[in-house]
């Protein structure tokens, strides 16, 4: 005999149906068991796939394999990005860069233009007082303290650099109003220099959203990112992900949902999720 086949008991009632009901009943529970188990079973193949991209121990957001994978397709979606800040020589991209604090890169564009056509060289500006200035870029917010930094900044190139703006961050950084920011961003994109990472509000929210830094503070956070990101991928990527903070991975209602990083992102205040979220990360 087969184990586990019941032979069909003789009726002594007559009411044979019990007996099928009980096997029945035996079938659909051992059934029934099989049912739970496999619904049990499920999650159980499949959590460790979910695991390999959230929360587990051994998730790593700053594993270079994670990084690189955010380098490549920050590469497929932004191949040619470039300084969104027009100029047509290095003076001009310390001026727009000064602008673009606390502004948008459209409204410095709308500024410059006239800007430069009235005043043409780094001299023409070293020969302002900053309260001549100021009309000229009021649009730009900030702008008492933009124009003091930009007429400061321009006497500073003329008197002590020959009015050539230097490719050096030491010397940059001693031009009034001229921070690590500014720096980077002209020794990048008009020296090629890769001398640093430019944290402006995108590069410091999406990094914090990408799990590539914790901090909170420009320079500490472009020290994190400098340590994840080759060199020779600085300046560019600092471009990209200021794009795709413009386009994609807005402030207030990132576009999850038609964002190419999104199963790498578990940014805490994403608006849409096929991965584990971390409340953390934003
Ligand atoms: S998934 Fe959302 S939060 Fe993450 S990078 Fe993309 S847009 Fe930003």
Redesign the pocket.
Known sequence: MVRGVVPRQPAKSGRQDRVRTAAAGTRRAVEGTRVRSKITKAPAVASPAKKSVSGSARYNPLSPERVAEILKRLNQLYPDVTCALHHNNAWELVVATILSAQCTDVRVNMVTPGLFQKYPTVQHFAALKPEELEPDIRSTGFFRNKAKSIVGAAKKVVEEFGGQVPDEMDKLLSLPGVARKTANVVLGSWFGKNEGVVVDTHVHR?SR??ELTKNDDPRTIEQDLMKVIPRDRWTLFSHQIIWHGRK??IARK???AE?S??NL?H?GD??WSTVEMHKAAH
Do not use: G, S, V
Request: charged share 25%; net charge positive.
């Open positions: 999406i959203r990408l994609t991975c990132p576009k999850c964002c990083l999104e992102c940014a994403k608006t």
